[in-house]
């Protein structure tokens, strides 16, 4: 079991080396990596920001009836991604048609939940990393409209998700680390089906 400073220096590393592969391919699957490199129009931003939004919308909600503590709850991102989507004029949410949303294992121990929200804290320190270069990316239309990656986490957030996982030590490495590899491999799942669906269908041709 890990506790005290094993936790931040031990376990630690072993998520980060046992999710660097899924990360990634995440960064340059097809539905994301717009947002980093290649072209970027509002239909491309618009179309990974609903895609964030299909995994923070019900993960937020699984943490919550995981440990319902104002406290240790992550930041509203699924709400700051709904707003940018409505100045972007994405209705696919207010319509209840957004596409398919995560609905993996929820969290099933205190190891499970930490696991599964480093994998949220991690992207969030690089949402906020590339808010700069996204801004500059970004069409005219669209450079006001970042809530989302504004409202990201710094260190600081950082090192208050490491104090929220030594308050709910001893924490199984093993099981911690399951959780967030199992985690990835949801979200993976779920970008590509999005991107598949949102993929306009081969045109049909006649003789």
Not at 62 to 69: G, W, Y
Not at 103 to 132: D, F, T
């Amino acid at each position: 079991m890990a506790t005290g400073a094993s936790l931040y220096e031990d376990l630690r590393p072993k998520l980060r080396e046992a999710t660097k592969a899924a990360h990634h391919r995440i960064d340059h699957h097809p539905l994301m990596a717009p947002l980093v490199r290649g072209e970027l129009t509002a239909r491309l931003y618009g179309d990974a920001l609903l895609a964030l939004y299909s995994f923070h919308a019900p993960s937020e909600r699984a943490f919550a009836a995981f440990l319902n503590d104002p406290d240790t709850l992550p930041p509203p991102r699924s709400a700051w991604l709904a707003a940018d989507l409505d100045r972007l004029g994405r209705t696919e949410i207010a319509q209840s048609d957004s596409g398919p949303v995560w609905c993996g294992q929820p969290p099933a121990s205190p190891s499970e939940y930490i696991g599964m929200r480093y994998v949220i804290e991690g992207g969030s320190l690089g949402a906020r990393a590339i808010l700069a270069p996204l801004i500059e990316r970004l069409p005219p239309e669209c450079k006001p409209i970042t809530r989302f990656f504004d409202g990201q986490q710094d260190e600081r957030d950082w090192l208050s998700f490491w104090a929220l996982a030594e308050r709910l030590a001893p924490l199984d490495p093993d099981e911690t680390v399951r959780a967030a590899v199992r985690f990835f491999g949801e979200i993976e799942h779920l970008a590509e089906r999005r991107w598949q669906e949102s993929r306009p269908a081969p045109s049909s041709s006649t003789n």
